[in-house]
């Protein structure tokens, strides 16, 4: 089993800038892929980032060079840092793990992003 929590939302103003920070723990070694997703009020869940054990990235086409995803892999911890960021970003983050064995998939239980003009 995985665990997953996910640390950093918070308030903030359009234009300033937040880390998120997600902490794997338990059988880390058979993660594959760590990804983020945000869900905004009355909206359905979205994809924003991954990265892969190889540490090749992937994007959503939204986040525009405004998002960028790491890993501390010794910690197994995952970060997305946003920057310039906008009202419509305010939703929900979650992190979710791609394992090699069952349970296939495993979520965080999400931080809040508010951002406000």
């Known amino acids: 089993q995985v665990r997953v929590v996910e640390s950093g939302g918070g308030l903030v103003q359009v234009g300033e800038s937040l880390r998120l920070s997600c902490t794997a723990s338990?059988?880390?070694?058979?993660?594959?892929?760590m990804e983020w997703h945000r869900q905004a009020p009355g909206k359905e869940r979205e994809f924003i980032a991954s990265?892969?054990?190889?540490?090749?990235?992937n994007y959503a086409d939204f986040v525009q060079s405004r998002f960028t995803i790491s890993r501390d892999k010794a910690r197994n911890t995952l970060f997305l840092q946003m920057n310039s960021l906008k009202p419509e970003d305010t939703a929900v983050y979650s992190c979710?793990?791609?394992?090699?064995?069952?349970?296939?998939?495993?979520w965080g239980q999400g931080t809040q992003v508010t951002v406000f003009s």
């Open positions: 990265i892969n054990k190889g540490g090749a990235t």
């Open positions: 338990g059988s880390t070694s058979s993660i594959q892929v």
């Open positions: 979710k793990v791609v394992r090699t064995q069952y349970p296939w998939y495993t």
